[in-house]
């Protein structure tokens, strides 16, 4: 197995995941309690593909349920599966998963994936929004904009006046129940991250997750494709996330094309930290 830390070039400041290789004999029962018992946010198991046209197959765990779809072991899967010795058919790495064929290519000195089309998107009524803001603490006058941006993972987004805003965030624990909220702000112009971002999914034993690939391509689906922040937010941006928890996690996004078929690539940095056996 492999621990793979995922959205920062250095050491432990991104977000990790623990890969399993060869894990088609494991149980569902095992792998969750093994996703259990390394208490990350996400765990992960390498399987041979059942569709002809992927490389592998992906399961993906949190400490309390298993998830179709998620961003950072995504890429940190891919990592641990090409630095095994693992060969594409084509001219990017395909993964099966819960969620369909996600794409992941080689992007410079980082590993990026193709977001996944969104199963939930479009305006919160205002009974969500309502319990959004009060698990979040905040006043009706606060949320600048909202939306769902569910690739999978169930995420709910919320826009604040800036960056400083959402590092403010004291959470209501208790008042999540099953939600999953993304949350973002601006930096200034001109600085070396365009958005600060936050991801909270108490209800998945992940209270507040430190770099999170699947929240940000939502939210840049979402926010380029509505220009939400009109000029302000370029094609290509990069989102800091993990500053309130001590991480310094950074998150590619681009967008490629226009119109219906413009398509969102997210990406980081992958680096092992741990590599060694697993005994079940």
Known sequence: MSQVDVFSTEPLLGNPVAVVHDADDLTTEQ??????????????????????????RLRIFTPGEELP???????????????????PQ???????????LVQVRRDGERLAFR????????????????????????????????AWVDNGPGWVAVLLRDADAVLDLRP????FEDLEIGVVGAHPAGGETALEVRAFCPGIGVPEDPVTGSLNAG?????????VLGEHLASSYVAAQGTAIGRRGRVHVDLVGEGPDAEV????????TIAGELHL
């Not at 779809?69 to 060969?87: D, I, K, N, Q, V």
């Not at 479009?122 to 009706?140: H, I, K, N, S």
């Not at 990406?267 to 092992?272: E, M």
Request: glycine share 12%.
């Open 31 to 56: 792998m969750a309690a093994f996703a259990r018992w390394t208490n990350l946010s996400e765990t992960t198991f390498l399987l041979r593909p059942t569709d002809p046209a992927a490389d592998y």
């Open 90 to 100: 084509g001219a990017t790495v395909v993964q099966e998963c819960g969620a369909g």
């Open 265 to 272: 690539w997210v990406g980081g940095a992958t680096r092992t």
């Open 172 to 175: 209501d624990w208790s008042a």
């Open 219 to 227: 939210v840049a689906q979402w926010l380029l494709g509505e220009r």
């Open 115 to 146: 977001a996944p089309p969104l199963v939930r998107s479009g305006p919160v009524e205002e009974t969500d929004l309502a319990r959004v803001r009060r698990a979040l603490g905040l006043a009706p006058d606060e949320v600048v904009a909202s």
């Open 69 to 87: 779809f998620a961003g950072h072991p995504t890429l940190g899967s891919a990592h641990a599966w090409l630095e095994a010795g693992g060969r």
